[in-house]
C-alpha cells in the first residue's frame, strides 16, 4: 500500500514536471528589438523573437519565421552597450520638482545589444538586436553554445584608422 502511494505520487510529480516543460518550450524564445542589418524587408525597432536552437538560430516577427542562420555558419558574436543620461526625463521632472529632477539627471540608462554575423557560401549578413537587460546574458551564453564562437565586447574593441 505504501510503495504503491510513493510510486503514484511520483508518477504525479514526473507528469507535473513534464507538462511545465513543455508549456515553457511552447512559450519559448526571446523577446528582441532589430536595431538594423540584412535581414530584407524588417525596419530599425520591429519587435522580433528569437530562438536558438541545437542547430540554428531562428527569428520570427508574428509567428512567421523571418530567417534562419545556420548555427555553423555563424562567423562572430557581439555585445555591448549604450549608456546614456536620462537628461529629457530630468528636465520634465524639474518642472514639478527640482530635487527630483536633479537626482534623475544624475542617473543612466543602458541599452544592450548583441551582433550576429554569418557566412552562408557567397551571401554575407549580420544584423544588431537590442535585448533585454535580464536576458542578454542568458541569450549571449545560448549563442556562444551553439555556434561554439566566443562574444566578443565590442565596447572593448579600439578602432584604428
Known amino acids: 500500500m505504501l510503495t504503491s502511494r510513493i510510486a503514484s505520487r511520483s508518477i504525479a510529480l514526473c507528469l507535473c514536471f513534464l507538462t511545465s516543460g513543455i508549456a ?6 526571446y523577446k528582441v528589438t532589430y536595431d538594423g542589418g540584412s535581414i530584407e524587408g524588417v525596419k530599425t ?14 527569428f520570427t516577427k508574428d509567428k ?3 530567417i534562419a542562420i545556420p548555427a555553423a555558419k555563424v562567423t ?3 555585445y555591448g552597450q549604450d549608456v546614456h ?18 537626482l534623475m539627471a544624475l542617473s543612466k540608462s543602458k541599452k544592450h545589444f548583441i551582433g550576429i554575423t554569418w ?3 557567397e551571401k554575407k549578413g ?14 549571449l551564453s545560448g549563442l556562444e553554445g551553439v555556434t561554439g564562437k566566443k562574444a566578443v565586447n565590442s565596447d572593448a574593441m579600439t578602432v584604428k584608422n
Do not use: C, H, N, W
Open 24 to 29: 515553457v518550450a511552447g512559450e519559448g524564445g
Open 45 to 58: 525597432g520591429t519587435s522580433l523573437k528569437l530562438f536558438i536552437q541545437q542547430d540554428s538560430v531562428r
Open 64 to 66: 512567421a519565421d523571418l
Open 76 to 78: 562572430e558574436i557581439s
Open 85 to 102: 543620461r536620462r537628461v529629457g526625463t530630468a528636465i520634465g521632472l524639474a518642472v514639478v520638482s527640482l530635487g527630483i529632477g536633479a
Open 119 to 121: 557566412l552562408d557560401g
Open 126 to 139: 549580420g544584423f544588431a538586436m537590442q535585448v533585454d537587460k535580464s536576458e542578454y546574458r542568458g541569450i
